[in-house]
């Protein structure tokens, strides 16, 4: 798939087969079979009547699903995001230094700046979960935490960790221990692996920026072209079946913003990059558009999201970052979190 604009010519985005086959064979519907189980929604009239229909289960929380088979109570998880959200606000508040160089792969390189601006004071056990290499089997993930929590974990009273590190040295026993980093993980790790990304996407599909075109604007569009989070499941419900007949009482449901932020029927020139669109729409309310989930559940991390993406892009914006030209072609892999790999960013010869 071909990006518009003059320097974008050159870069083509290339999703993975599956991907590739939903956005060929059901942009445009508003629902579809994907299995004999499964469907697929992507109208915005129907995503909405589905997502108010019932809050989401501790097991369709992407973040907060049952963790070595203990639920999450929303109370718990919102003492998490708090103090990950302290943490981000401090690390908004330090200056920016001036021989910040972030050219260099992406989403690594930012992944690391901001892991190190967050996260840089906590022990080594913890900062290690945020490595990205353990996204590549849960069970690697686990050995990490199993032999970390093997550890006491306790730190003198004047150690200056972050609000969420604090968190974990509550934990008494190696099973305590034990949830509790996973927990750090599951909080922290997401809001450096998608700040990261979402500037990499931004990047990748829209750079170079007019001068004049604001942070948010970028931001909106680039989160509208590769969302953050393609898909929302619902697990089949009876609530489902009475809005719907093309819902069985057995089918679960797949809502594919990945679909409606292409809508042809839902925006001008679906599969171009134009920043300058959200000039004159509201993302909180524009039909199809979910970012940050519906408006019955919005991501408790949206309110980190804009300002820490916002922070990079000014640092990349004013050191003159660019696409590697010679860089042509960026993949988007099947996980969770979309996103291009492996973009090359250099500085603007001065």
């Not at 097991?59 to 088979?69: D, I, M, S, V, W």
């Not at 190190?116 to 990490?144: C, N, Q, S």
């Not at 009876?238 to 057995?250: F, K, N, S, V």
Request: aromatic share 6%; proline share 8%; glycine share 8%.
């Amino acid at each position: 798939m071909s990006i518009s604009g003059t320097d974008r010519l050159a870069r083509t985005t290339v999703f993975t087969p599956r991907l590739d086959a939903l956005l060929r064979d059901h942009c445009g519907q508003d629902l579809f079979r994907l299995d004999d189980d499964t469907v697929g929604v992507a109208g915005p009239a129907l995503t909405d009547q589905i997502l108010a229909a019932r809050l989401a289960t501790d097991r369709e929380r992407p973040t907060f699903k049952p963790l070595q088979g203990r639920s999450i109570p929303r109370t718990e998880a919102s003492t998490i995001m708090q103090a990950i959200g302290r943490d981000v606000r401090a690390a908004l508040k330090k200056p920016v230094p001036g021989d910040v160089d972030l050219s260099g792969e992406w989403p690594h390189v930012g992944h690391v700046y901001l892991r190190d601006l967050i996260l840089g004071a906590d022990p080594y056990r913890l900062r290690i979960l945020m490595d990205r290499t353990l996204e590549l089997t849960p069970k690697l993930t686990w050995t990490v935490i199993a032999a970390g929590a093997a550890l006491p974990g306790r730190r003198h009273h004047d150690a200056p960790v972050s609000s969420i590190a604090g968190l974990t040295a509550k934990a008494a026993t190696y099973g305590d221990r034990r949830y509790a980093m996973g927990l750090y993980r599951r909080a922290a790790a997401p809001v450096c692996f998608t700040i990261s990304t979402l500037v990499a996407n931004a990047y990748w599909l829209g750079a170079p920026f007019d001068e004049d075109t604001p942070n948010e604007h970028i931001l909106y569009e680039a989160m509208r072209l590769l969302p953050p989070s393609w898909n929302l499941l619902r697990n089949a419900s009876p609530e489902y079946c009475a809005l719907d007949d093309r819902i069985g009482t057995a089918d679960d449901i797949l809502i594919l913003p990945l679909l409606s932020h292409r809508d042809p029927g839902l925006w001008d020139d679906p599969d171009d990059f134009r920043a300058g669109r959200w000039a004159d729409l509201d993302p909180d309310d524009h039909p199809g558009y979910l970012p940050f989930g519906h408006a019955s559940e919005r991501c408790w991390g949206r309110h980190m999201v804009m300002p820490l993406a916002g922070m990079l892009l000014d640092i990349l914006r004013a050191d003159g970052a660019r696409v590697d030209p010679r860089q042509t072609t960026a993949k988007v892999p099947l996980a969770g979190l979309l996103g291009v790999d492996k973009v090359r960013l250099v500085r603007q010869p001065r």
